[in-house]
């Protein structure tokens, strides 16, 4: 089984996309050894390629048919595919559809057309180009993440595009919202959970040439409710949206780190007791108070009203816990942050910050 997985993302290597993508691929590698079947995988990153946007001479219709008159890295993309039983297409969501050098690529794909019309037998628009190749055991598979709370509507014009360029419904999706957390170590164990569900549509995909509608049903699921999510994505900016001429470089990192706590707060397990959280970051010197009540949560910088419970801790400490590298509990045994006053937050910290 030959796999030919296209980056398409301008963050190359770092891509959000990529994550699912490899996780996908590692569930159709994980099915093949069952079977006993070779895979092999080619990868074509576009960020670290030389592909030019076509000129519309149309000189691989006439002139050199079957070949572009630009000498680049395109070549290998054809190449890709026409070795390729399965391609993956890989990109994050740019304002609505592909980034541009993935639209370079789609452009650049008229050589493997022939030049004289034909009429569509799916449904999808209104005339069509005959392949110059046979692709109809291609499988196209493509996998993507917004800056959304959901994937839901907003894929609207990738689907048009690709309904034209694959046939109708001749692939398979997995879209994902809030793309960004998948780069957030303190969120590893909800991003590791929606993997594993994107690895299980790998396994899927190669033993059964789909993924089951039970997966897609858990591929849809939000990792954070809407009202999480966006609150921790407006914190990231580092910026109020009152001053959003303000630069982020004059924010910390503290205080946008703070935010995106408080973010997870949840008023669902709201006991009837308000409360007032005061961060103390004793290494840079930096004080906040989260205000957590029945409507939700904020954050005060520079507070002067007195704090129902306080942790003194090292920032970084706080980061380490957070990302599951310290353990909280030994942390605080060992000295290494302090609790003051109402120690029962504590205690229903999991339940308060889910």
Known sequence: MNIFLINGSPKGKNSNSLKLANSFIDGIKNASEKSKQTVELREATLNTMNIHSCLGCFSCWKNTPGKCCINDDMSKIIEGQLWADIIIFSFPLYFFNVPGILKNVIDRQLPMSLPFMSERTDGIGNGSHQLRYNMDNKKYVLISTCGFYTAEKNYDSVLSMFNHICGKNNFE??????????????????????????????????????????????????????????????????????????????????????????????????????????????????????????????????????????????????????????????????????????????????????
């Not at 089951?212 to 994505?233: G, P, S, Y």
């Not at 904020?298 to 599951?324: D, L, M, Q």
Request: glycine share 6%; hydrophobic share 35%.
């Open 173 to 354: 999706t997995i879209f994902c919202g809030q793309g960004e957390l998948f780069s957030i170590k303190e969120l590893s164990e909800k991003t590791d959970s929606y993997l594993k569900n994107v690895k299980q549509a790998g396994i899927e995909f190669a033993s059964q040439n789909k993924i089951t509608e039970k997966t897609k049903e858990k591929l849809k699921t939000l990792l954070f409710e809407k009202e999480v999510f966006e609150k921790m994505a407006d914190a990231s900016w580092g910026i109020e949206q009152n001053n959003s001429s303000e630069s982020s470089t004059e924010k910390n990192e503290s205080l946008i780190f703070t935010k995106q706590m408080a973010a997870l707060y949840n008023t669902k397990n709201y006991d009837g007791k308000d409360r007032i959280l005061e961060m103390h970051y004793t290494d840079i010197n930096k004080t906040y108070q989260v205000i957590l009540t029945a409507e939700g949560s904020s954050v005060i910088e520079n507070p002067t009203t007195k704090y129902t419970t306080r942790i003194e801790t090292p920032f970084e400490v706080w980061v380490a816990i957070s990302r599951g590298e310290l353990n909280g509990m030994k942390a605080l045994i060992t000295g290494k942050y302090k609790v003051i006053g109402d120690v029962t937050l504590m205690m229903k910290w999991g339940k308060l910050f889910g």
